[in-house]
């Protein structure tokens, strides 16, 4: 009984609320909780952490649980009070607050200022998002945790600022949908690399791992993608929010000391597609800028994954590779200084050969941006993709309504309405994106809606080669109107299919245009191009020519058996090696 006794009293202290320390900040006492390792040592780190909407301090730092890897470490951390248990999230009313914060625990616990980091829980990673914009000299890194600003980001960091974002997919509070656009515009404020690194799975099967890296002065934007998660701070399968914060904060410092290399060419997101045969990539010229704080940079290294391929000794640092091969090859540049500190930048450069379809709209996921290789044009304003932080005009919609047809899709319209002056296209000369395709027989198979026209209005689709001439278009028009608001329910859009035949080899493009009318518009859901075979032959009709295979493929292009309900392609093969391809429905 004894013993019970004093397990409760054990369980009722560490559920009971630390008494706050207090300070005064604009003749106004404001309260936070301190956790500092004993033996703490001169010079040493700070993290502040604040709490969600509707929490306090307490309930944030028994939810962070980082005393142990504090402890290990060395560093303090400070749990902030709200005012009524929310933030300032647009004033300097608690960034003021933070900023006395910083000077009481210098004065504590000798901090070292160039080593002091920000994160935040939901309304806390707002706020976290916030004093990126306005506190970019006093905090080294950034660790907001399921926050972002929900009315769309501003991009206005007096420096690049390193982030590391950790989300749950399954979030109903603060969605994760709308984390991709937000991380966007940090990664081109930040001059990282547009492409993403991902490791699948990270340090648990629950994690996948996305990073930009190459930025300015060397900070990275990490995103932490919890599966399955919702709206709470993640500590489980072995794996700590907390420990993943401090493991990347502690990488940065306000105090540059490491080298710095950025590669300035090729361009971000450069990729080749080629279907119905081999790439042949280029020779691409890779160019450099290195500098080094307090010392001098003694050589750069060109790399294509772990093979050095060129070093320079002096400016300029530039190199030629030739021969890339099929899937991503990873170009680094690796600075090293006078004091042998390295730093490091990398482009990843896309070679693809789909052999049965290649998705257009996969990357339709990051909302107000204009997705890498895509251009659109409204009569008024070209946008080329990778572009980001659009509120208005054409952009990446995410459509949030209970009943939609698709959850992603690009919008574009015809202010003026003049001819061929509304479009969305897909790997034109302006991207960094080339098609190549072999001859053959292809499908086009796509979902359009109309954005804010009840009655409808007609869109046409368009292969034209590199030079704007069409190899062959086509003219419909959706069968659904999305009805002027993402969060709006709409249903009924055709899936459609263009087939064509490509007779040279060449750089093609895919344009979906607008009605020549004042404000017609479109909203591209889906797109994906199938190559189905060879060029198509002309028929010989009657009994001399039957069908004698039937095969079907899913749509993905996979030649299968049709063993359960949905949507197939079923392809007719005749006795003379024609055939004839339709979407089917099997029930």
Known sequence: MKKLYAILLTWMAMQAPLYAETINVNNTTRSYIVYAPKNLGAQRPLLISCHGMNQDANYQKGMLQIES????????????????????????R???????????MVEKYDIDRNRVYISGFSMGGMFTYHAMNRMADKFAAFAPISGYPMGGGNYTSSRPVPIIHTHGTTDDVVGFGGVAGILAGWVKRNGCNTKATVIKPYRGNHITRHTWS???????????????????ISNDNGVKTGDEIWRFCKRFSLELKDPSVKITAPDDGLTYVTMGGASEVPSITVNATASDPDGEVEKVSFYIGKELISEHTEAPYTCTIEGLTKGENVIRAVVT??????GSSQKIILVEEPTGSYVFSKSFNAEGSVPEGWTTY?????RIGFSSGYSSGSRVFHFTGEKKDFEWGLYTRNVEGKAKAGYARFAAKETSTTLTLYPGNYQLYYRIANWNIESFSPVTISIENIDGDAVYSETMTPTSNVGNAASNSFSGTTLKTLTFDVHEKGRYVVTFYTADAPWADLVVGQAALFRKGNVSAIENVGVDNPVVRVEYYNMAGLCVKPTSPGMYIRKEIKKNGTYKSHITIIK
């Open 69 to 92: 890897v504090a402890d290990t470490a060395k560093f303090v951390t400070v749990f902030p009070e709200g005012i009524n248990k929310g933030w300032d999230i647009g004033g300097d």
């Open 378 to 382: 409204d009569g008024k304003e070209k």
């Open 94 to 104: 608690d960034l003021k607050f933070m900023e006395a914060l910083i000077d009481e």
């Open 337 to 342: 200084d006078n004091e042998g500190r390295t």
């Open 214 to 232: 190459g930025g300015e002065n060397g900070v990275e934007v990490v995103l932490l993608e919890m599966a399955n998660k919702g709206h709470w």
